[in-house]
């Protein structure tokens, strides 16, 4: 199985909770870094014992994805998208209205020769999705 392993600026739990609506989701974990046991040699600051240091999100029978806040500046990827395959077009039609807005739509969603319904965007977040109806 494969979980992409989405990483982010500060904004993972607020992004999650995007997610978590758009696919009508499930969230399976999270865990912020201040449940983490004290360890000097990984000290958290008071700031960021509210981030997120793991989260997992079912958003498909099969799908999930996992993700986390981190100490480094992370920008977008133009070689990853997150691909989501449903086979209802209602599901895909919320999930996509939600990510697209505040988002940037690469592609529209739209029938192709090969699906009912397919298309690309880019979440608020800089996370790229692809959806397929088949």
Known sequence: MIKP???FNRECEEAFQMYQEAF?????AIQKYGDMPPN???PISDDDKGLVLHAE?????????MGSDTREEHGGSEKVAVSVELDNEGKALKAWEVLKNGGTVLMDLQPTFFAKLHGSVK???GVSWMFTVM
């Open 123 to 125: 979440d608020t977040y």
């Open 24 to 28: 009508d989701g499930e969230m399976k």
């Open 5 to 7: 392993y989405l990483l």
């Open 57 to 65: 999100l079912k958003i498909t029978e099969a799908g999930h994805i």
């Open 40 to 42: 000097p040699n990984f």
